[in-house]
């Protein structure tokens, strides 16, 4: 087994074993890190309870609440293990039955928000509530701008890439491990945020002109700028498969009909010569043979004009044979031709910077595109249920599912999670079908 899109982080056989073994004894360690993400120490043997949260849809995707027993080294100070300039990373371990060894799964890093501490005759406790990274610059725990910021848009002279603005914004932040993927979006317009909004609202505004893109810490704590799982093909390896190894004890299905699209048009801003940029996605047999909502099998036929896929003008009911016979269909943004009407006065120059303009809004309505029929297509049967915990497990992973009761069958991907570090609690999980 392996995961995907956090990581492709292999599952050993020992990790799988214990996960699957009939008696558990369970451990919680905490790394203590400076800013750097360092470790200067460690505490074991002092947790007595708590949760974590994960959810690929959140801002601050991770949270956890852990509960110790008291003692001086635990108590807010200074000097203390547990101080606002510093950090934690958090481990569950599960005793291998054979071996002996403690197998370690790490459930991220995260930044202290706001310890309590519970006295009684009894019993006394300190919680440790923890925030992924994201909270240093969502204004949770830091991340207001101490100035004005201002994003110049780009010109037919050059500019500024989305990827390149998002690394230079993180390093404002102090942020120093990252990892970024490179993009050919250029900024389309001024981004000017006001001093104390946050620099997560300038983040926010840069990851939506892409739609399919996110921006996360991962489980070491590292900065993410990645594509989102919106192109899982059907053949993708799975992080855990029910089918073999079924740890559910209850599961439910919801599936939302009104939810349910199969052809997507999306239009950008007209062009000075009258073009409009637009992006067109029709749900097939032949390019989506694994989903049940094509046009064919909803039998449906679609009356209204065509607007060409991969293409910048409305045609007529024959232009998306016409195009398809040209092979324009399939063809990458770049290799369009796009033959639109200037006026005379118009010099190659500005008929050039056009052809530029109208391919780069292509793109942007291509993304947002793809973005509206992965939420119309994968989030329309969604199952929620609760399982024994599975540490591997996290958001984005694909499992395997098969109830014959709820119709819940075939492969799932991951969006939230949720779980006790106690002994005896369980792990809720909510997932969206993969088509």
């Not at 635990?74 to 990373?89: A, D, G, H, Q, T």
């Not at 500019?159 to 942020?175: F, P, S, W």
């Not at 740890?247 to 939810?259: A, F, G, P, T, V």
Request: some cysteine; overall charge negative.
């Amino acid at each position: 087994m392996s995961s995907t899109n956090e990581g492709n982080i292999l599952i050993s056989d020992k990790e799988l074993e214990t996960q699957i073994q009939q008696t558990r004894q369970l451990y919680i360690k905490i790394e203590i890190l400076n800013t750097n993400d360092d470790i200067i120490d460690e505490v074991s043997g002092e947790c007595i309870g708590g949760t974590y949260n994960i959810n690929a849809d959140a801002a601050i995707r991770r949270t956890c609440a852990v509960e110790f027993r008291i003692t001086n080294k635990l108590l807010p100070s200074e000097k203390s293990v547990f101080w606002i300039n510093k950090r934690f990373r958090l481990y569950i371990g599960i005793t291998h039955i054979k071996t002996q060894e403690i197998i370690w799964f790490k459930k991220g890093t995260y930044a202290i928000q706001d310890p309590s501490i519970q006295l009684s005759i009894t019993d006394s406790s300190i919680i440790v509530n923890g925030l992924d990274k994201m909270a240093l610059h969502t204004g949770d725990i830091s991340g207001q701008l101490s100035t004005n910021y201002l994003i110049k848009a780009s010109s037919d002279k050059g500019g500024t890439y989305v990827h390149q603005a998002i690394k230079a914004l993180m390093e404002d932040g102090g942020e120093t491990n990252m990892k970024i993927d490179e993009t050919s979006l250029l900024i389309p317009y001024d981004i000017e945020k006001n001093m104390g909004e946050t620099r997560y609202d300038v983040l926010n505004e840069l990851v939506n002109l892409f739609y399919n893109y996110q921006v996360y810490y991962n489980l070491n704590g590292v900065f993410i700028f990645n594509e989102k799982p919106t192109d899982l093909s059907s053949n993708i390896e799975c992080q855990w498969d029910f089918a073999e190894y079924n740890l559910m004890q209850s599961i439910e299905r919801e599936i939302q009909y009104s939810n349910i699209k199969n052809n997507f048009i999306v239009y950008g801003g007209v062009m000075d010569n009258g073009s409009q940029a637009s992006y067109h996605i029709l749900l097939t047999d032949d390019k989506y043979p694994n989903c049940p909502y094509t046009q064919t099998r909803l039998c449906e036929t679609f009356t209204r004009d065509w607007v060409i896929q991969e293409d910048a003008y409305i045609g007529s009911s024959t232009a998306y044979d016409t195009a398809k016979k040209a092979g324009k269909i399939d063809k990458d943004i770049d290799e369009i031709e796009f033959n639109i009407p200037y006026p005379e006065k118009y010099s190659e120059s500005k008929k050039t910077e056009i052809i530029k303009s109208l391919k780069y809004a292509t793109q942007l309505c291509k993304n947002r595109a793809k973005e509206e029929l992965y939420y119309h297509q994968q989030s329309t049967d969604t199952i929620k249920f609760t399982c024994l915990p599975i540490y591997s497990l996290d958001v984005n992973n694909v499992i395997n599912v098969y109830d014959e009761v709820s119709g819940a069958i075939g492969k799932y991907v991951v969006r939230e999670i949720s779980c006790g570090l106690s002994s005896g609690d369980v792990m809720n999980v909510t997932a969206i079908k993969l088509w």
